[in-house]
């Protein structure tokens, strides 16, 4: 029976969540260890030195206050000692990780932490912003799962950026594609006279994209990108002289 960890960014309550667990379970045993609340935008952080309180929400399900997804990985391969994963899967993500999102992304994070042990591991999020409906996008990501698992050796250290549109049509491989946003600053002056800043942005497709992850989900397929943790320019090695 394969053994596997699934963690995400949204936390316990993330919608993608409970519809993952019951997929995955079919096929393996599942661990959970997720962040306790929304954790979205953390990326690959984690935190050093300070003490975490883990809630067990269930047999073989923590949630960990305080924790960045990367962070509860980690706990998850440290404190399930006499248990390695055969993979580890983080999702499912509320809102697409599409282009340069992969950076900011707690989903990617979460499941690259788990490639630079070595297992195979999945980012995956729907291709819609808020999806309400999971179900159909956690059966994807079993089936990509089942054939990740039968080629355990070819994903090796490998985290695939997976995006599910509803009613998907099929799925592509392809590269990271180049998100454009109209990006901002909210400010407001409290009564103390601080100001208190919020970033935001809306997402707008530059049509710059083509055969791209961007690209593959608009034309409603589901969108797998190879991530690699070497993040070298090899191409620029030799060109630089400094």
């Not at 949204?10 to 993608?16: F, Y």
């Amino acid at each position: 029976m394969y053994k596997i960890l699934i963690s995400n960014d949204d936390g316990v309550k993330g919608a993608g969540l409970r519809p993952l667990i019951k997929e995955m379970s079919k096929i393996g045993k599942v661990f959970v260890i997720v962040p306790f609340g929304q954790m979205s935008g953390t990326g690959h952080s984690i935190t050093l030195s300070k003490f975490k309180k883990a809630i067990e929400i269930e047999k073989n399900f923590y949630a960990i206050k305080g924790a960045t997804p990367a962070d509860c990985v980690k706990f998850g391969l440290l404190s399930f000692k006499d248990v390695v994963p055969d993979i580890v899967i983080s999702g499912i993500n509320t809102c697409p990780n599409m282009g340069q999102d992969v950076i900011y992304s707690g989903t990617c994070g979460a499941a690259r932490e788990g490639a630079m042990k070595g297992i195979p591991s999945l980012a995956v999020s729907a291709a819609e912003m808020h999806a309400k409906e999971y179900r159909h996008s956690a059966q994807a990501t079993r089936k990509i799962a089942e054939k990740v698992l039968k080629n355990k050796k070819k994903y090796q250290g490998v985290c695939l950026n997976i995006n599910i549109p509803k009613n998907y049509k099929g799925i592509k491989v392809v590269p990271l594609g180049l998100n454009e946003y109209n990006e901002s600053v909210e400010t407001v002056l409290d009564k103390n006279g601080y100001f208190h800043y919020k970033l935001s942005g809306r997402y707008h497709s530059g049509g710059k994209n083509k055969g791209s992850d961007i690209a593959a989900v608009e034309k409603g397929y589901i969108s797998v990108t190879p991530l690699q943790i070497d993040q070298t320019n090899f191409s620029l090695m030799k060109k630089i002289k400094l």
